[in-house]
């Protein structure tokens, strides 16, 4: 058990046999997914121009955790489902920062909506 954001969450290791794993939190009182990490990533910070002076690299590589956090659990067509979330990107998903968090909200569900074949084309 670990607590995320407050919450006492359930912890479950998940494995392919791949060698990739990834590891999902659900929240203790209500079972609902609330977190998946995947690990961590480290990335380099682009080389500026060459000199031959003494620079310090100790802050040149980042770690960076990667996640994707879900929130305000609300029922749909009598299933529970996430209207937040969360999540961590790097480059080259974005270009002016090496780490970044989006945040979104989803504003409508539609279950069983019949989607034109055209849209696939």
Do not use: C
């Not at 670990?2 to 998940?14: G, L, N």
């Not at 609330?34 to 590589?61: C, L, W």
């Not at 489902?81 to 909200?105: C, D, H, M, R, W």
């Amino acid at each position: 058990m670990k607590k995320i954001k407050d919450r006492q969450t359930y912890v479950v290791d998940m494995k392919w046999s791949k060698g990739l794993s990834a590891r999902l939190y659900f929240d203790a009182a209500t079972f609902m997914w609330v977190r998946t990490d995947y690990g961590k990533a480290h990335i380099s910070k682009p080389m500026g121009q060459f000199t031959n002076a003494a620079v310090p690299h100790g802050e040149d590589e980042l770690s960076v955790d990667f996640y994707f956090e879900t929130s305000d659990f609300r029922t749909v067509d009598g299933v529970k489902l996430p209207f937040k979330f969360e999540q961590v990107v790097t480059y080259p998903i974005i270009q002016l920062k090496q780490v970044a968090t989006v945040s979104g909200t989803i504003v409508e569900y539609r279950h069983n909506v019949t989607i034109d074949p055209k849209m696939f084309k």
